[in-house]
C-alpha cells in the first residue's frame, strides 16, 4: 500500500550510460515531481507534471527527459551520466489545490 | 526570485533539550509557509504548514508560526526526542504555483 513508490532504490552506473527511474502514486493525485538533493541535501525541483502536462521545467540539463505515461505515472530518463549527476533523486505527489507533497523514498544514483 | 533561508546546521542536542530552527523567506505576496522532515535514509514528510500570516502549525509537538511582520517561520519543540533525529527543511509555497521552493536543510542530532 506504499502511496509513492520509486525504482531502483540503488542505482550505480558508469559515466556515459543512459538509465531509467521509474515512479508511481496510488493516491490518485494529479501532480507528480522530481527532485534532486545534493550530497549537501540541498534540495531541488527538475520537473512537475499535471494530468499527464509538463509544467515545470526548471534549469536543467537537456540530458534528463521525465516522461509521464499516465497520471499515475512519471519517470525520469537520463542520458550520457555524468559525475555530478551522483544524488539521491525524489519523486513527489500532491492533489488538486493542495500544497502538500507526498514524496517516494528515493533513489540513490551513483555514477563512478 | 522566492527564496528560504534555514539556520545553518548541524545542531546536536540532547534528549528534552529545547530545538528552535530558524526560517526567513522573501517572496513577492503572501506565500504559504511548511517544514518538512526528512529520517535518515528516507523520503521527506510534511511535519506541519501555516497558510496565512499569524496561523500557528502544529504536530509531534513542533509548532511554527506564521510572522508577517518578520517574514519568519521558525520551528520550535519543547523536549527533543532521540527519534527527531533528521533533516528539517523549510519551504513556501504559491497558490499559484505547483512549486515549493526548500531551505537548504537543517541536520539535528539529538544525543540520549
Known amino acids: 500500500d506504499t502511496a509513492v513508490s520509486q525504482t531502483p532504490k540503488y542505482l550505480v552506473t558508469q559515466m556515459g550510460n543512459d538509465k531509467s527511474i521509474k515512479c508511481e502514486q496510488n493516491?490518485?493525485?494529479?501532480?507528480m515531481y522530481w527532485y534532486k538533493q545534493d550530497s549537501k541535501k540541498f534540495l531541488k525541483i527538475m520537473f512537475s507534471y499535471n494530468n499527464k502536462e509538463l509544467i515545470i521545467n526548471e534549469t536543467v540539463p537537456n540530458r534528463f527527459s521525465p516522461k509521464s505515461p499516465d497520471k499515475a505515472h512519471l519517470n525520469l530518463h537520463i542520458n550520457s551520466l555524468e559525475l555530478g549527476d551522483s544524488a539521491v533523486y525524489f519523486c513527489a505527489s500532491s492533489p488538486p489545490r493542495s500544497w502538500t507533497q507526498y514524496f517516494g523514498p528515493g533513489t540513490r544514483l551513483l555514477v563512478l | 526570485g522566492d527564496s528560504v533561508t534555514q539556520m545553518e546546521g548541524p545542531v546536536t542536542l540532547s534528549e528534552e533539550a529545547f530545538l528552535t530552527i530558524n526560517c526567513t523567506y522573501t517572496a513577492t505576496g503572501y506565500p504559504s509557509l511548511f517544514w518538512y522532515v526528512q529520517y535518515p535514509g528516507e523520503g521527506l514528510q510534511l511535519l506541519l504548514k501555516?497558510?496565512?500570516?499569524?496561523d500557528k502549525g502544529s504536530n509531534k509537538g513542533f509548532e511554527a508560526t506564521y510572522r508577517k511582520e518578520t517574514t519568519s517561520f521558525h520551528l520550535e519543540k519543547g523536549s527533543v526526542q532521540v527519534s527527531d533525529s533528521a533533516v528539517y527543511f523549510c519551504a513556501l509555497s504559491f497558490s499559484n504555483d505547483y512549486k515549493l521552493s526548500f531551505g537548504a536543510g537543517t541536520t539535528v542530532t539529538v544525543r540520549a
Open positions: 493516491l490518485g493525485h494529479d501532480t
Open positions: 501555516a497558510t496565512k500570516a499569524d
